[in-house]
C-alpha cells in the first residue's frame, strides 16, 4: 500500500515539472515574438552604420589624388582648397615645391645670354641683330667725327647718325654679315649724315671690299656688335686747350662702347656730358686732372689715376673692359 502512494506521488511531481517547463518555453516564445514585433527594422540599422563608418573614412582620410591636383599650385591655390591630406609633411612640401622654386617659370628676367637687359646700352645692344644696307665711303686717313685721328687700320666705318647716338657708338666694333656670306669687323670712327637710314652702315673702301666689289655700291647687310678680343689697353687724352678750369677728356681702345665718364671731384663722382665729337666735357674745370672713371655698357667701371692734364696727348693706362 505505501509503495503504491510513492508511485503516484512520483507521478504527479513528474507531471508538475512537464507543466512548468512548458509553461517556460511558452513565455520565453512569446517574449521573442514580442520584441520582434517591437523592432522590425533592427537588421537594417545594424547594416547602416558600418556603412556610414566607412564613408567618413574616405572623406577624412584618403588625399586628393595627385592627378587632380593643379600642375603649377600655388600657395594661395592651397590654402584656399586644401586636400584631405594637406596636413601631412610630405603633401605640404609637394604643394610649396613650385613656389620654392621661382627659377622653374619662366622670367623676364633677363637670360645670361642677354646682358643688355641690365646693361648701360643704348640703341646699340649686344646679343642683337640689325638689318640694313652697307654703302661705301673714301674714309681718306680714318679720322671722323668720333675725333680719334688717323687710323692705322683701315678697317673701319661710320654708323648712321640715329644709331650713332651723339657718340655713343664711337670706338664700337660691329660684325657686319653680307648676303653672299662674306663678312667683316669693322670699328666705328664716324658717323652717316642723313638720309642715311637706322641701321645703315657706311664702310670704308678696303672694309667694303671685303663683303662686295667696290663698284657695288649698296648691299644688303646684317650685323651686331661685337666685344673685341686683342685690343690692348685703353688709353685717355685731353682735347686741344683743356686746363685746370676747363677740359674735354676722350677715352680711346676700349673694347666695349663706353656708357659714361665720371670724374673725381671734392664731393664725389661727377658723370660728364658727352659731345657729338665723343668728348666728355668739365666746363667748369671741376675734376679735370684728377682720378677718372669709365664705365662701359655691361656695367663694367675702370677707374685711372695719374692721367695729368696734358692736352692732346695720348696716355695709356694698365686698363681694359672684360670680354663679353
Known amino acids: ?75 594661395s591655390a592651397t590654402s584656399v582648397t586644401p586636400s584631405a591630406g594637406a596636413s601631412s609633411p610630405s603633401a605640404s612640401a609637394t604643394a610649396l615645391k613650385p613656389s620654392a622654386s621661382p627659377s622653374a617659370a619662366p622670367t623676364s628676367a633677363a637670360p645670361r645670354t642677354a646682358p643688355a637687359t641690365s646693361s648701360l646700352a643704348g640703341r646699340i645692344r649686344p646679343k642683337t641683330t640689325y638689318q640694313g644696307v652697307a654703302t661705301v665711303y673714301p674714309a681718306g686717313v680714318g679720322d671722323g667725327a668720333c675725333s680719334f685721328g688717323p687710323s692705322a687700320d683701315m678697317m673701319i666705318a661710320a654708323m648712321n647718325e640715329t644709331d650713332y647716338e651723339t657718340a655713343a657708338a664711337c670706338g664700337a666694333y660691329v660684325l657686319v654679315h653680307a648676303a653672299n656670306g662674306a663678312s667683316v669687323t669693322v670699328k666705328i670712327t664716324n658717323v652717316c649724315p642723313l638720309p642715311c637710314a637706322p641701321g645703315q652702315l657706311d664702310l670704308s673702301e678696303q672694309a667694303f671690299a671685303k663683303l662686295a666689289p667696290i663698284k657695288t655700291g649698296r648691299i644688303g647687310i646684317t ?102
Open 223 to 324: 650685323w651686331s656688335l661685337l666685344s673685341a678680343d686683342s685690343v690692348g689697353t685703353v688709353s685717355i687724352r685731353y682735347k686741344d686747350g683743356s686746363s685746370i678750369y676747363w677740359c674735354g677728356i676722350q677715352a680711346l681702345g676700349h673694347r666695349n662702347p663706353l656708357a659714361r665718364l665720371e670724374v673725381r671731384t671734392s664731393s664725389g663722382w661727377r658723370q660728364l656730358a658727352r659731345t657729338g665729337y665723343n668728348y666728355f666735357l668739365s666746363p667748369d674745370g671741376s675734376g679735370c686732372g684728377g682720378a677718372i672713371r669709365i664705365t662701359d655698357i655691361y656695367g663694367e667701371r675702370l677707374t685711372v689715376t695719374g692721367i695729368a692734364v696734358r692736352p692732346d696727348v695720348v696716355q695709356s693706362t694698365q686698363v681694359q673692359f672684360a670680354r663679353h
Open 1 to 75: 500500500m505505501q509503495e503504491t502512494r510513492r508511485a503516484a506521488r512520483q507521478r504527479r511531481h513528474r507531471r508538475g515539472l512537464l507543466v512548468a517547463t512548458t509553461t517556460g518555453l511558452a513565455v520565453t516564445g512569446l517574449l521573442v515574438c514580442l520584441v520582434m514585433t517591437m523592432r522590425p527594422d533592427g537588421n537594417d540599422d545594424a547594416g547602416a552604420a558600418p556603412a556610414t563608418a566607412v564613408a567618413n573614412s574616405q572623406e577624412t582620410l584618403t588625399p586628393t589624388p595627385p592627378e587632380e591636383k593643379p600642375a603649377t599650385a600655388s600657395p
